[in-house]
């Protein structure tokens, strides 16, 4: 059974850093694609990260309104997916998701219906 379990998320001031984790169990690494996905009351799923093995290299993706301040790592022997959030602003104030496919895609894809397992989320509020 797969499970995802996330951990990591606060409160912090803005322009801050925070480093999200998601522990990974019963999964397999053979093809995979992994995501961060955030959503915040009344405002619809975001996928802003994803690592794969699409392709021979690893491939990542991100949106364009983390791009250049988050980035995404995987340590497949701890089984521990990593969101690295530096420059923490106001609007990035939400519930964080890690979610997995054993599908991979390249590009990776941000698209939540493409993901088959989720975890249950860490909340994450930047204050300005």
């Known amino acids: 059974q797969v499970s995802l379990v996330e951990s990591g998320g606060g409160s912090v001031q803005a322009g801050g850093s925070l480093r999200l984790s998601c522990i990974v169990s019963g999964f397999s690494f053979s093809h995979y694609t992994l995501a961060w996905f955030r959503q915040a009351p009344g405002k619809e799923r975001e996928g802003i990260a994803s690592?794969?093995?699409?392709?021979?290299?690893?491939?990542?993706r991100y949106s364009d309104s983390v791009t250049g301040r988050f980035t995404i790592s995987l340590d497949i022997a701890k089984n521990t997916l990593y969101l690295e959030m530096n420059i923490l602003q106001a609007g990035d104030s939400s519930m964080y998701y890690c979610a997995a496919s054993e599908r991979s895609w390249a590009p990776p894809n941000l698209s939540s219906t493409l993901y088959d397992y989720w975890g249950q989320g860490t909340q994450v509020t930047v204050s300005s």
């Open positions: 690592i794969n093995s699409a392709t021979s290299a690893t491939a990542i």
